[in-house]
């Protein structure tokens, strides 16, 4: 792909080629498996680019290069999950700098913020970034970063990035948008503003449950060659071995994407009429708060539905208990579907005063949309109403 430049082509294309060139020895497309964790130089600092498998490693190299060229950016990083990712960006900040964060993050976020980084002196302000005044006055004379996750985990909502990522720049602040839950396939955080734009690649990225990972892409060269340093110096690195999983399942993100949208929305659209189901939160939905703005900055509303079941905690129990298609499990964006209970299991971590404050109740579950017939789905779920009903 080297005779044009990576803008010039589709991310179908992308997906299966960028980062990799077919071997100029053995002529071999897929990218080999490396797993030598050093590599021989021809005297003292005299090597080809590889030193030592933490700093660098030439399957990792590959799908770094491929998630840049499909995010739009000019570094990728890859780590070994999508919390090793957030806490080297995390790791750009000093003791006694101050975040603005979104108020809807996955649970693993907020423990990082709350548990982990507070205690050595990093601060996070959680607001709802649905309204533009709650992040200007949330920022302090200590704001470095802001963080957003949109759609937001698991209520979904939509945050604008433009519009954040003027009020952030104007402070000076970078700002961070977790992508996981739209992909590159339907979002570009780094065109409409962002500096950083970070992944869970377990998810999405890698699309069949099989392989934890993470990444960081930007466009800018300072923060790319920190990142860079981190990355080594903290070590969070991911195995050659996950490197090609997620590697290989890049190639198929376009079509699989495509087919959890299509699906979902017809989820939605059948969950909003279903006398058992309180509240359908899906921003491809006009009842969406955020549906406007969705329709702006992405090019579709992903393949996440989250839904208040009428009801309490047993019958979201017995709900879930019922379900035979949809597995009940965490995790999300795999080409199975997957159902689960927000409260108890992905944010659990979160303040019990915090997820009632959210509408996180006893009642809502959160669907990961798979590939599986679209009216087998739907049967399953209607098993899991009839369990409801008792």
């Keep these: 792909m080297a005779d044009r430049t990576h803008a010039q082509y589709a991310q179908d294309t992308l997906a299966i080629h960028a980062g990799y060139e077919p071997d100029p020895v053995t002529g071999a497309v897929m990218p080999p498996i490396v797993l030598s964790t050093t590599f021989a130089q021809e005297g003292p600092g005299q090597h080809k680019g590889f030193e030592y498998g933490r700093s660098g490693n030439p399957t990792r190299n590959a799908l770094e290069g491929c998630l840049a060229a499909l995010e739009g950016a000019k570094h990728g990083l890859a780590y070994a999950s999508g919390c090793a990712a957030t806490v080297n960006v995390l790791h750009l900040l000093s003791p006694g700098d101050h975040v603005v964060c979104g ?56 945050f604008d990035i433009a519009g954040v990522a003027e009020i952030a720049r104007a402070h ?12 590159p396939i339907l979002q570009h955080p780094l065109d409409l503003g962002a500096a950083i734009v ?12 099989d392989a934890v990972g993470g ?27 996950d490197c090609y999983l997620v590697l290989r399942g890049l190639k198929t993100l376009p079509v699989r994407v495509r087919q959890h949208v299509a699906s ?6 059948r969950l909003e009429k279903h006398p058992q189901v309180a509240r359908v939160i899906y921003p491809g939905l006009a ?19 989250s839904f208040d079941l009428k009801g309490d905690l047993g019958q979201a129990s017995a709900f879930l208990k019922a379900l035979r298609i949809f597995a009940c499990a965490e995790s999300l964006g795999g080409v199975e579907s997957l159902a689960e ?10 303040p019990a005063e915090n997820r009632r404050a959210l509408g996180i109740g006893d009642g809502l579950i959160r669907l990961s949309v798979g590939l599986e017939d679209v009216d087998d789905l739907w049967a399953d779920l209607e098993r899991g109403f009839a369990a409801a009903r008792g």
């Design 103 to 158: 108020d809807d993050v996955y649970g693993g976020t907020f423990r990082i913020f709350d548990r982990i980084m507070k205690p050595f002196g990093l601060q996070a302000s959680f607001v709802d970034m649905s309204d533009l005044g709650n992040v200007k006055k949330a920022f302090t004379a200590k704001t470095k970063l802001v963080w957003m996750e949109t759609p937001s985990n698991p209520m979904l909502k939509i």
């Design 172 to 183: 000076g602040a970078p700002l961070v948008v977790d992508n996981t839950f739209a992909t």
């Design 198 to 209: 970070v992944h869970s690649t377990t998810k999405y990225l890698n699309g069949h449950s």
């Design 215 to 241: 990444a960081v892409m930007t466009r800018d060269d300072a923060l790319a060659e920190r990142l860079r340093y981190l990355q080594n110096a903290i070590g969070a690195v991911p195995s050659p071995f």
């Design 264 to 269: 979902a929305r017809v989820v939605a659209e």
């Design 287 to 305: 009842s969406h708060p955020g549906h406007a703005l969705a329709n702006r900055q992405m090019k579709g509303p992903g393949g996440m539905i």
């Design 341 to 350: 209970h927000p409260a108890i299991m992905t944010h659990a971590s979160i």
